[in-house]
Structure formats: C-alpha cells, structure tokens
C-alpha cells in the first residue's frame, strides 16, 4: 500500500504520543520533501521533527510536477499541495490530511483521503489501541487539534465508544 503523508497527521500524532501507529498502521509512508521544512519552521522543532528524522520507513521525496503544486498553492499550503501531488505522481492507495480544504482537493483528484482521526479508529478496530475517546481528548487538550462536537461524536460511534461527551 503506498500512503503518502501532509505534516498535520504526523504532529498530531507525536503530540499525543501516537506516532509509531503510523509505522504499525502502514509500514511505510512517503512524505514531500516540504514535510521537513514545516516540521522546522520558524527556527522551532514541532512534534514529530524528531520522529520523522529517525523513522528510517518514512521515504522523504521530491515532488515532481511543480505546475500542479503552483495551482494548488492558490488554495492549500504548500504542504497540502505537495502531498497531493505526491500522492498522485505514486499513484497512492491514500493520502493523510486533516485540513478540510486539502481533504476536498485531494477527492476532486479521486484520491482516498484520511486524516487523524480516521487513523485512531482504524488503529482501535485493528487491536493497536484500546479507546479512542482519551486520544480524542488529547488531540484537543495537548495538541491543539480543532475536533468539532459533532465530529467528535461520530468518530465515537464509529469506534463503539458512545459515551456522554466529556472535554
């Protein structure tokens, strides 16, 4: 399976201590060479520079077809861009993005898309984690991550974890 990777996922993830589901979910994951540079923007060190650095089954790569990044850029962050391209140019089996814009630009190219939190409930059902809901939590509490009520709802469901909301 080829996946390729947006930085979102996998600062998310190391913020909330998750990120070798990653490598357990997928084996090896592809990241645009821009990936780096986001995970070391502004002289900082975000979750998951570390991670990325020594994960010896993320392939960091080029992006070819610049042009397609260039239209992208006109709505998406150069991360999201890339990734998109990417994922087309090695005809990915999924992209992982979090950020609604990017995740409807890469469906317009018939791209699978998963974000996030899709990753926790696959890595629950699979037998990886226990409970989704105190990694939901966290998402909101340690890393910042923008998880709407009713969307927080839903991925409880879909874990077979509807409890009162509780954040």
Do not use: C
């Amino acid at each position: 399976m080829i996946v390729v990777s947006n930085t979102s996922p996998l600062t998310n993830l190391a913020a909330i201590g998750q990120f070798e589901l990653l490598q357990r979910l997928f084996s090896e994951i592809y990241i645009p060479t821009i990936v780096e540079s986001e995970l070391l923007a502004g002289g900082n060190t975000w979750p998951g520079a570390i991670e990325v650095k020594n994960a010896t089954w993320i392939q960091m790569k080029s992006v070819g077809n610049q042009p397609l990044v260039d239209a992208l850029r006109l709505d998406l962050d150069r991360g999201e861009s890339e990734a998109i391209a990417l994922a087309l140019e090695l005809k990915a089996d999924l992209v992982l993005l979090d950020e609604q814009a990017g995740r409807y630009a890469a469906q317009h190219f018939s791209l699978k898309v998963m974000g996030v939190v899709g990753l926790l409930i696959r890595a629950k059902k699979l037998g990886y984690i226990a409970e989704v809901q105190p990694l939901l939590k966290a998402l909101r509490q340690q890393a910042g991550f923008y998880l709407s009520d009713a969307v927080y709802q839903h991925a409880l469901e879909l874990a077979d974890e509807q409890t009162k909301m509780s954040s």
